[in-house]
């Protein structure tokens, strides 16, 4: 295993808890392929959207978010303890 993507199926949307790629093979696509996979299932099972949260000064997860069209709803201030969180969602429908 080189990477996870951990998901919630909630009723009629997924939410993305955490997405690790073990350091030796980040930058190598491994979490687009996750990504492109969850969004392929939400598809096939007519999800309505995919949400997930981010830390703000994660901005390498949040280019990645954005690349696979995830729009930013709120922001959580001190979410991480102290540092905000962002909510993004991708609307499927």
Do not use: C, P, W
Not at 10 to 25: A, G
Request: charged share 35%; net charge positive; hydrophobic share 40%.
């Amino acid at each position: 295993i080189i990477g996870i993507i951990h998901i919630n199926d909630i009723y009629d949307r997924y939410e993305i808890n955490n997405i690790f790629v073990l350091r030796e093979h980040r930058n190598k696509k491994v979490a687009s392929q996750l990504m492109e996979k969850i969004i392929k299932e939400a598809e096939k099972t007519k999800k309505i959207n995919i949400t997930l949260e981010v830390r703000k000064d994660n901005i390498s997860a949040i280019n990645l978010y954005k690349k696979y069209g995830f729009v930013e709803k709120a922001l959580r201030k001190g979410y991480y303890k102290g540092i905000d969180g962002i909510l993004m969602e991708k609307e499927m429908m």
